[in-house]
């Protein structure tokens, strides 16, 4: 998942021919949800009237990815070329350009829209925050994000980027090549958590194990800014039961379901028992994410998936919405 290293622009490209609308959900018609459930949406275009029967405002999808355009061509240049750098197939189910993915989630019901950015090399990440600025203040309904790299400016740009307004922030360590336990990036993690800012970070091993991926790393940060609001993307797969453990251990320690359950890396009906379990125990602790536009399905295969593990209409609700809100300062 490499990204450009050219400045960043903001002008959209236009939307690409290859473009094609979202095909309906295979996972609903695979996996039966009980009948004390409310029944899955099929389709997107089903998705905002389901969001209504669970009596939602909306969703809260807190991972989703606007980046500067030069940027997300070469994210999307790399998916492409994903059966060599994965081992399987990952066409971009959303490639269109900004508004048009702006519209996209605003019609499935995200009430705030996150632009999660990243770098993968020191010097990003500063200019990333200033191009993140820059977007959020042309769309209302767009949160303000960052994001970091571990550099000695790191104690600079993190603060600034916060002072300005950001209320969300991104890592991604196997992207980045670098540890979040790494001292340099004490004064930053420092800032966050004296903020409360919510950080989503890609620790995982999974699509691709990293030199730092896994939780330790992560469990060594939170040792020392335990107050920090660590969301750990994916669920932390394929290291599910670890990072559990932290968002068991840690107040503000939560999951997003980003690509979990959805059919791609894994389905409702290979979730292990004991893990449904753990799931069910920590209802107020898994928050919706979608990795929009990034995707290789449909965005209802999320909702489907989740919906599918049979967990309930309330552990949903806290899900789609209640988690979520509460974490983003939407409620």
Same mark, same amino acid.
């Given at each position: 998942?490499?990204?450009?290293?050219?400045?960043?622009?903001?002008?959209? #490209?236009?939307?690409?021919?290859?473009?094609?609308?979202?095909?309906?959900?295979?996972?609903?018609?695979? *996996?039966?949800?009980?009948?004390?459930?409310?029944?899955?949406?099929?389709?997107?275009?089903?998705?905002?009237? &389901?969001?209504?029967?669970?009596?939602?405002?909306?969703?809260?999808?807190?991972?989703?990815?606007?980046?500067?355009?030069?940027?997300?061509?070469?994210?999307?240049?790399?998916?492409?070329?994903?059966?060599?750098? &994965? +081992?399987?197939?990952?066409?971009?189910?959303?490639?269109?350009?900004?508004?048009?993915?702006?519209?996209?989630?605003?019609?499935? +019901?995200?009430?705030?829209?996150?632009?999660?950015?990243?770098?993968?090399?020191?010097?990003?990440?500063?200019?990333?925050?200033?191009?993140?600025?820059?977007?959020?203040?042309? @769309?209302?309904?767009?949160? @303000?994000? +960052?994001?970091?790299?571990?550099?000695?400016?790191?104690?600079?740009?993190?603060?600034?980027?916060?002072?300005? %307004?950001?209320?969300?922030?991104?890592?991604?360590?196997? =992207?980045? =090549?670098?540890?979040?336990?790494?001292?340099?990036?004490?004064?930053?993690?420092?800032?966050?958590?004296?903020?409360?800012?919510?950080?989503?970070? @890609?620790? %995982?091993?999974?699509?691709?194990?990293?030199?730092?991926?896994?939780?330790?790393?992560?469990?060594?940060?939170?040792?020392?800014?335990?107050?920090?609001?660590?969301?750990?993307?994916?669920? +932390?797969?394929?290291?599910?039961?670890?990072?559990?453990?932290?968002?068991?251990?840690?107040?503000?320690?939560?999951?997003?379901?980003?690509?979990?359950?959805?059919?791609? *890396?894994? #389905?409702?009906?290979?979730?292990?028992?004991? &893990?449904?379990?753990?799931?069910?125990?920590?209802?107020?602790?898994?928050?919706?994410?979608?990795?929009?536009?990034?995707?290789? &399905?449909?965005?209802?295969?999320?909702?489907?998936?989740?919906?599918?593990?049979?967990?309930?209409?309330?552990?949903?609700?806290?899900?789609?919405?209640?988690?979520?809100?509460?974490?983003?300062?939407?409620?």
């Amino acid at each position: 998942m490499n990204d450009s290293d050219d400045a960043a622009t903001q002008t959209p #490209s236009p939307a690409r021919a290859t473009a094609n609308p979202a095909p309906e959900t295979t996972i609903g018609r695979t *996996f039966e949800v009980p009948d004390t459930m409310t029944a899955p949406p099929r389709t997107d275009a089903e998705v905002p009237d &389901y969001a209504r029967a669970l009596g939602l405002p909306g969703l809260a999808d807190i991972h989703v990815h606007f980046l500067p355009q030069n940027v997300l061509d070469k994210v999307w240049e790399y998916f492409d070329n994903a059966a060599d750098n &994965y +081992g399987r197939d990952w066409p971009i189910n959303y490639r269109y350009d900004t508004d048009t993915r702006l519209n996209i989630v605003r019609e499935l +019901g995200l009430r705030a829209i996150p632009a999660l950015t990243y770098p993968h090399k020191p010097g990003m990440a500063a200019w990333l925050n200033e191009w993140n600025a820059e977007f959020a203040a042309a @769309h209302d309904d767009v949160i @303000h994000c +960052g994001t970091l790299y571990a550099e000695p400016e790191s104690a600079d740009y993190v603060p600034a980027a916060l002072a300005a %307004g950001a209320k969300l922030f991104k890592v991604h360590v196997q =992207v980045g =090549v670098f540890s979040p336990d790494d001292e340099v990036l004490d004064p930053a993690w420092r800032a966050l958590e004296e903020a409360r800012v919510p950080i989503v970070i @890609h620790a %995982g091993s999974a699509p691709l194990p990293g030199t730092y991926t896994g939780p330790q790393a992560v469990a060594n940060v939170l040792a020392k800014f335990p107050q920090l609001k660590f969301v750990i993307a994916h669920m +932390g797969m394929p290291e599910y039961d670890e990072f559990a453990d932290l968002a068991e251990r840690f107040d503000n320690v939560y999951l997003d379901t980003t690509m979990f359950a959805a059919g791609y *890396f894994s #389905s409702p009906a290979e979730v292990t028992p004991a &893990y449904r379990e753990r799931l069910a125990g920590l209802e107020d602790k898994v928050i919706l994410g979608s990795d929009f536009p990034n995707i290789p &399905y449909p965005y209802v295969d999320q909702i489907a998936g989740l919906a599918a593990l049979g967990l309930g209409d309330d552990w949903m609700r806290s899900v789609l919405w209640t988690n979520g809100a509460k974490v983003l300062g939407l409620d």
